[in-house]
Structure formats: structure tokens, C-alpha cells
Nanobody
Framework: QVQLVESGGGLVQAGGSLRLSCAASGRTFSSYGMGWFRQAPGKEREFVAAIGRLGGTNYADSVKGRFTIFRDNGKNTVYLQMNSLKPEDTAVYFC????????????????WGQGTQVTVSS
């Protein structure tokens, strides 16, 4: 069982930056694929970014060039650096872990965090 705890959300003006963190429990963090998803009010959850156990990454087109996902296996933590934020990035952001170790873009992940709110004002 893996427990995931997100942090780093908040209120930021358009054009600003935030860094989200997701701390994972357990001793097998380095073997997991990790993903970030988001869900805006009234919308379905959507893929944002993912990183595999070997470091490969995937990004949604809407965030390419603005967001960066990276991981620190020594700290059992995955990060999402978000720059040039836009009001349409407003959502609850979720961290997820997948036993396959792949940077999946679908939401078929094994473990999920509770989410952290990101609000971007115009």
C-alpha cells in the first residue's frame, strides 16, 4: 500500500509559479510511475504530467513548456513545477502512483492522493 500526500497548492496570479509536491510512503517509490492529474469544477479529471521509474516523461499539450515534472527518489517525492500559470489551470491537482513504473497518461493508476487546490486569478 502506498500513501500519497500532496502539498504546495494555493492562490497565485496569472503568470506566476507554484511547485507542487507529492510525498509517498513505502520503500518502493523509485519503482513506481508517478503522475499528476487535475480536475476543475464541473469537468472531468484530466492528465497533466507523468514520470516513469527510468525518468521518461509525458505532458499534456496544454502544459508543455510551462510545467515540469521531476522526482527525488531519495526523498520519496515527486514534484510539479508550474510556471506561467493561467486561470484555466485552476483545479484540484492529484498525485498518483502506478506499479508498472511507466509514465502513464491515462488515469488507470493504482494509488491516489487527496489533492491540493490550485487557483490562478486573472
Amino acid at each position: 500500500q502506498v500513501q500519497l500526500v500532496e502539498s504546495g497548492g494555493g492562490l497565485v496570479q496569472a503568470g506566476g509559479s507554484l511547485r507542487l509536491s507529492c510525498a509517498a510512503s513505502g520503500r518502493t517509490f523509485s519503482s513506481y510511475g508517478m503522475g499528476w492529474f487535475r480536475q476543475a469544477p464541473g469537468k472531468e479529471r484530466e492528465f497533466v504530467a507523468a514520470i516513469g521509474r527510468l525518468g521518461g516523461t509525458n505532458y499534456a499539450d496544454s502544459v508543455k513548456g510551462r510545467f515540469t515534472i521531476f522526482r527525488d527518489n531519495g526523498k520519496n517525492t515527486v514534484y510539479l513545477q508550474m510556471n506561467s500559470l493561467k486561470p484555466e489551470d485552476t483545479a484540484v491537482y492529484f498525485c498518483a502512483a502506478d506499479r508498472s513504473g511507466l509514465p502513464r497518461t491515462n488515469d488507470d493508476y493504482d494509488y491516489w492522493g487527496q489533492g491540493t487546490q490550485v487557483t490562478v486569478s486573472s
